[in-house]
Each structure stands twice: as structure tokens, then as C-alpha cells.
């Protein structure tokens, strides 16, 4: 059964730093790896997925995965107040079943 | 506008009572899903349906079962409620097991 688990549990940084956020993964047949974004009290909102092995950018945030090392991570830069929230990474292999891990609840300070 | 509803939001019940709680999309996904979601656990899989009557056991069915006679709605059915049911329960929705869509969640709590 897959497992997912991510690091670290939870995070502070000033607003503009670069925030990382890491997620490791046990099924090496793993095909599909997403980040969900979760603000306090509303539901966990899809933000960005990769397929292949390499990085992937959208505006602030990039992607990297490395399936060798079964890790894959999220990257923010100059991140905002706004970006404070419960992110939660998910695998998943050719199936429909997404595996979350526990997730990393960021905290931006202005 | 691509949505899943959840209803009710909130919810108290007594330990031994029947819980329904109800959930529709209508972005005519085939799949849906049951999560519940409790600090420190992450969202946990209950259930999943890949289309009208065509229902799997996720991580956690136990105490649970679920119905979908319609693409659209999808309903979790607690047949005497627990207290350690106590939880957020959220649904959600996908195409061919792509991005899930989530509902707004439905607090539920058992006394």
C-alpha cells in the first residue's frame, strides 16, 4: 500500500523568503504526483501535478520531482501572506485511488 | 462553473443514530470519492465510486457504506454513528482519476 509522507509537519517564513516543502512516496510505480493547497477551513483546491521526472513552473511555484529517490517537492518563491495554508502532496500510480500524505501547514509572516 | 456540493455542513448526532451525508457535482465526472479528514491524519480514502453502482473500499470503510444510483450524487451512509466518527467528512469528483474536485466538507459531530 502506498505511503506518502511529507516534511517537514510544519513551517514559518517572512514574507518574499522562498518557502520548500518536501514529499517522499514508497510505491515505485508511482505515476502521478500532485500538490493541493488547503486554506483554514475550506476544502483542499488542486495546485499543481507532474508526470515525468524534472521540474515544472507555474508563476510562483515549481514543481521538482526525482522518482529514483521517490521524492518530489514544492517550491514557492517570494511567498505572500496568502500562501498560508495546510499543503498537502498525493501520489498515485495508473489507478484512480490518490494517496495524501499528513501535510505541512505553512505560515507566511507580513 | 464546475462544483461539488456537500450537504449538510454541519451536524450533530447521538451515538446510535443513522448519518447521511450528501454530495453532488455537476461537471458529470464518472468518479467520486468519500475522504474524511482529521488533524495530524491527512485526508483519509472511505470510499470510492467509479460510476453508478459501481463501488471499491478505500482505506477506511469500515463502519461506513455508500450509494450512488446517479452519476451526479453520491451519499455516505453511517449506519449507527460512532463517536470516533466524529470528523470532517469531504467528497470529491474526477475525470478518469485526474484532479479531484472537492465539496466544502460537512463537519460532523457524535455525541
Known amino acids: 500500500q502506498q505511503k506518502v509522507q511529507q516534511s517537514p509537519e510544519s513551517l514559518i517564513v517572512p514574507e518574499g523568503a522562498m518557502t520548500s516543502l518536501n514529499c517522499t512516496f514508497s510505491?515505485?510505480?508511482?505515476?502521478?504526483f500532485a500538490w493541493y493547497r488547503q486554506h483554514s477551513g475550506k476544502a483542499p483546491k488542486a495546485l499543481m501535478s507532474?508526470?515525468?521526472?524534472g521540474e515544472k513552473e507555474e508563476g510562483r511555484f515549481t514543481i521538482h520531482l526525482n522518482k529514483a529517490s521517490l521524492h518530489f517537492s514544492l517550491h514557492i518563491r517570494d511567498s505572500q501572506p496568502s500562501d498560508s495554508a495546510l499543503y498537502l502532496c498525493?501520489?498515485?500510480?495508473?489507478?484512480?485511488?490518490?494517496?495524501f500524505g499528513t501535510g505541512t501547514s505553512l505560515l507566511v509572516d507580513p | 462553473d464546475m462544483k461539488v456540493t456537500q450537504m449538510p455542513r454541519y451536524l450533530i448526532k447521538r451515538m446510535g443514530e443513522n448519518v447521511l451525508l450528501e454530495c453532488g457535482q455537476d461537471?458529470?465526472?464518472?468518479?467520486m470519492y468519500w475522504y474524511r479528514q482529521d488533524p495530524g491524519l491527512g485526508l483519509q480514502l472511505i470510499y470510492i465510486?467509479?460510476?453508478?453502482?459501481?463501488?471499491s473500499e478505500g482505506d477506511i470503510p469500515k463502519g461506513y457504506r455508500v450509494s450512488r444510483k446517479k452519476r451526479e450524487h453520491f451519499s455516505l451512509i453511517l449506519d449507527s454513528a460512532k463517536t470516533n466518527q466524529t470528523s470532517v467528512y469531504f467528497c470529491?469528483?474526477?475525470?478518469?482519476?485526474?484532479?479531484?474536485?472537492f465539496g466544502p466538507g460537512t463537519r460532523l459531530t457524535v455525541l
Open positions: 470529491a469528483s474526477s475525470f478518469e482519476g485526474a484532479e479531484q474536485y
Open positions: 510505491d515505485s510505480a508511482s505515476q502521478y
Open positions: 507532474i508526470f515525468s521526472n
Open positions: 498525493a501520489a498515485k500510480n495508473m489507478g484512480y485511488k490518490l494517496t
Open positions: 461537471m458529470s465526472h464518472e468518479t
Open positions: 465510486s467509479y460510476d453508478v453502482d459501481s463501488n
